[in-house]
């Protein structure tokens, strides 16, 4: 009889979770998803730019069509200094990034979800695993408990899961900056499709035509503690008006865009953390997914997709490989080495976002530069984006990108 795995029990319902049960679902394998949140309802709002990589392994779960119906897609990426303008060169033959509302990419999973018959629960915080024999139960905060073969831990950047695994596994890293994103009434002259990325006097910030008219736009603003999205919310929004426009005011069109934006309009979206390298991916039946396990900064653009691709990587590696200790080891070996190059390199483009004054001063002539040596698009982009999943294929024997 097959030792196979039967049933996963999958902790987090953002998107880590619910690709992970789809793709065990359509492996053969029964998987519930267990939330935290009480309900659906979007806790962080936003927009989520979803890369091509991130779209190809989305289509392996057929989740790929719905995003594209609601995305606004990016043909076209610019970077911006001051007034100079530099437009990016992009990658042929991929499809554009589509952005989406996070919203909307939450509900397309559990949709998709449901639709499979997979359960996700909301209302359940697990606060514990305990392990016996080849069985893990699953503890939640109200004392309930589940029994599954395999427990997966894809319960975003501050991971109960990473902690029950090694207790000394290293936290997340505060990058310093606070996000907010706006929806601004002021129009940029750039054509639709154009996503640019600025770097203002004091601050970074990112911006697109909104296809319903107006601009969308993200702003990180460096601030000196953390905060949780209900910390953060409790501050009157006009307080974070004032500060951002102390930081953006007198950048263009970062200035206007805030001063069209009325302040009830500012959504603060988050603390921007990144994780250092994980040591332990996994231990008996615990194994993370996810930003539980690589957070690379939000610079990749690629921490979603990133998310996807190893959820459905691990999904693959139970379906073709009995022992779970060995299903675990091919899933880290085949995945460790790309998130952690792709996290290397948006650690070092983070840094380069919050300038100092000598940098700044110097940003105009390291910028083409910078462009022309890094940013060598098939050299850098082509191995993140063009990545494909071998579905169908036995894993362990992919080359590791
Ligand atoms: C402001 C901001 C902008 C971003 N923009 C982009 C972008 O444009 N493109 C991109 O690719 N990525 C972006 N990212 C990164 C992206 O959001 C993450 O990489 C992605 O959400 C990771 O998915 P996940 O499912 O692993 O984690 P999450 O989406 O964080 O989901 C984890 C889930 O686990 C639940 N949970 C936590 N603890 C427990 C527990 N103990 N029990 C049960 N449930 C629990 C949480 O409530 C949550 O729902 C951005 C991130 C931020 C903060």
Known sequence: MSNRVQDVAIIGGGIAGPVT???????????????????????????IALAPNGMAALEIVGAADAVRAVAEPAYRQAMAVGARRVAMPALAGVEPYQVVRRSDLYRILHDRA?????????GRRLTEAREEG???????????????????GADGVQSTVRRLIDPDAPGPRYTGMLAFEGVSPFEVPEEPGTMTFAFGKRGYYIYWPALGGGTTFGVNLPHPRPMTIKEARAVPSREWMATLLDV???????????RHL?????????ALYIMPPVPHWYRGRLVLVGDAVHAPSNSSGQGASLAIESAIELARCLRDVEDVSEAFAIYER??????????????KINHAKAPGPVARALMPVIMPIFLKL??????TLGPDQRYRIDWPARPGHDRTR
């Open 248 to 258: 953006y005011g007198e950048d263009v069109p970062g200035g206007e865009l805030l």
């Open 21 to 47: 049960a789809l793709a065990l679902h359509k492996a053969g394998i029964r998987a519930t998803v267990y939330e935290s949140y009480p309900s659906t309802a979007d806790g962080l709002g936003g927009t």
């Open 334 to 347: 085949t995945r460790r080495a790309r998130v952690e190059r792709i996290a290397a390199r948006a650690a």
């Open 374 to 379: 890094v940013m060598k698009p098939e050299k």
């Open 262 to 270: 009325s302040a009830e309009n500012l959504r603060v979206t988050g």
């Open 134 to 152: 080849d069985r893990v139960t699953a503890v939640f905060a109200d004392g309930s408990t589940v029994p599954a073969d395999v427990l997966v």
């Open 114 to 122: 449901t639709a499979e018959g997979i359960a996700i629960e909301h």
